[in-house]
């Protein structure tokens, strides 16, 4: 007597093979025989009868560690079939942390991703000045990115100890009272956390390195003296031993893109040392693509560890094509004995962000009348013009958007439709900052700076943003822009704003071309760059349609409409490959003894729903989700049974 009886399905195992007919029965968790299985009885019978059968899909790029722990049943994940996703992406997780900044920490990277605090940390006390002002969105990282480095989120973290050997920062004293709101401090807690949760989905949890550097470093733009690298190494084993299964970075990110290259191979020697993997928001995604690459492949080969290149692409028309060479880097890389592949997202337009949260001292808690009146008063279209000439004087320029609107388009609007699809420079013109030629490369990945190929991931208003000369290199800096001109693109911007009833959604652009040429490598796997969601986030908080369309539009447009491959090696590159790659010995494939991850779909229907305009539809086609042997999904109806596990090192 088995659980589940999958009966009469096309298989679709994983290993790249050929296709049969055949039944998957599961017990007890885990595949117990694929094949003819004759005359056995199950609880649940599954007839897939002119369906595929193939192994749960493996979310190599995800967010997620930063949703579940508000979003843990992980639906958009398990509607579009994805079984298993690697967390903790682009230098960012939820541990470890310190009590003295937990909260602004939290509050950045959920509010930057979700526009919403979490229900379970709304009620902690804030830490950090950076909320005193009503700014919700102005804490540790935002403050950071301007170059003040005054703040309450990680910069905090500086201050608390500079000698972190780990986790147990309080250890030496006694313990501080626990932050209310928070049931982690260590890695290890934070993943002790989700296991009592119940997540719909297996979670491949990997540290950021970010976090790892404001723990020990701080915020601040320094090199890291050999102690603090040491003692981050510390960390970092620290966290590996309580169960993460690498490191990731953002390279184009503060505070973790302030390490130099070598003092992120330091830390990657760790991870070589334990099988670990790297995964790598690159430097820059725009003009500076192949070096970027470069750097990663580099600290490949020098640390030993496993690397996989994040949302890999190339943004801006100016660097359209360029994917073709930095795969054959990966290649050569790959035959020179660096283990080093990438994963892509099937979209040619990356982070959706709006336009309004970009202005400075706009909220998404604040009511949309209050917003329309400020946006028109004068006084405080002066005061962003302010804050925009301080800003191109610093580090880093106002929105980087404005730095390079041709590599911006205009997603959704309130009202010309008709301009959607359309470059920045439609309404904007070739220069609005009016600066000199050439433009400088803008220095931070601010919001949604698309502008330098980086793509926000926490969505942070100019958030996350780190120089690229962080690492020493010489970079000219930005030069000051003229207050007239910047106000009279505030005016302009603003007004179109309120013509648009505030609903202005923006995203760089990458070319349809590119992502077929990426995803199309056979070493190529799939991400969602996502974060799973339960519930529809309002509209104050744009998502990507890659929310819920990513793989059965792999699937679907990719695979059959556009003949990118056929279905066996499809399946393999974001099943068993995978797998592989990330050493799930148990999983990707339907093999006896393997955990039951399971689809079924239609292969003939399979196809995303999702738009820009419509990101919550859900795709159709998929019959059958199984997650550790037990039904997650139901023709995209999610069942109660979370039985997904943290895949704890
Ligand atoms: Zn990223």
Known sequence: ???????????????????????????????????????????????????????????????????????????????????????????????????????????????????????????????????????????????????????????????????????????????????????????????????????????????????????????????????????????????????ARGLSTGRAYAPGGHAS?????????????????????????????????????????ESGVRVEISHHKAVGPANFGKVAETLTMMEEARNAGVDVTCDSYPYAFAQVFSMLEEIPGITPAQPVDEVRALLSQDDFRAKVTAEFVKASAEEHGPPGFFSRPES??????????????????????????????????????????????????????????????????TRPRPVPLEPARVRALVDKGLDFLLEQDLHVNLAAIMCEPDVETVLGHPQTMVGTDAFTIDRDLGERTPIHPRHFGTFPRVLGHYCRTRGLGDLATMIQKITGLPARKLRLAERGLLARGNWADVVVFDPATISDRATAKEPYLEPVGIKWVIVNGRVAAEDGKISDARAGMVLRR
């Open 1 to 243: 007597m088995f659980d589940i009886l999958i009966v009469g399905g096309l298989i679709v195992d994983g290993t790249g093979n050929t296709p049969y007919q055949g039944d998957v029965a599961i017990a007890g968790g885990r595949i117990v025989a694929v094949g003819r299985i004759e005359g056995a009885e199950a609880t649940l019978v599954i007839d897939a009868g002119g369906l595929a059968v193939s192994p749960g899909f493996i979310d190599m790029h995800s967010h997620s560690d930063l949703s579940l722990v508000s979003h843990p049943r992980a639906s958009s994940s398990l509607v579009q079939g994805i079984t298993t996703e690697v967390a903790g992406s682009c230098g960012w997780s939820l541990a470890p942390l310190k009590n003295e900044t937990a909260a602004s920490v939290l509050k950045e990277l959920c509010l930057g991703l979700m526009g919403a605090v979490p229900p379970e940390l709304a009620e902690a006390p804030d830490a950090g000045p950076g909320q005193a002002a009503g700014q919700e969105q102005a804490g540790g990282f935002e403050v950071a990115a301007t170059g003040q480095e005054q703040v309450g989120g990680l910069q905090g973290a500086a201050a608390g100890q500079e000698q972190a050997g780990g986790l147990q920062g309080a250890a030496a004293g006694p313990a501080p009272a626990r932050h209310p709101g928070l049931a982690w401090h260590s890695f290890g807690e934070y993943l002790t956390y989700l296991e009592k949760l119940g997540l719909g989905v297996n979670l491949y949890p990997i540290v950021g390195q970010s976090l790892i550097r404001a723990h020990v470093v701080g915020a601040r733009r320094r090199m890291a003296t050999p102690g603090e690298i040491e003692a981050q190494r510390a960390l970092l084993e620290a966290c590996l031993e309580e169960g």
């Open 261 to 301: 290259t070598e003092e992120v191979i330091a830390l990657c020697r760790v991870v070589a040392a334990r099988d670990g993997l790297y995964t790598s928001h690159i430097k820059d995604e725009g003009a500076g693509l192949i070096d970027a690459v470069a750097e990663a492949i580099r600290i490949g080969r």
């Open 408 to 473: 911006i388009m205009f997603i959704s609007l309130g009202r010309d439709h008709d301009l959607e699809g359309q470059p920045l420079t439609s309404v904007f013109g070739p220069n609005p900052l009016g600066q000199a030629e050439p433009a400088p490369q803008p220095a931070v990945a601010s919001g949604g700076a698309g502008a330098s190929g980086a793509e926000t991931s926490t969505g942070l208003s100019g958030g996350a943003g780190v120089t690229q000369g962080a690492t020493g290199s």
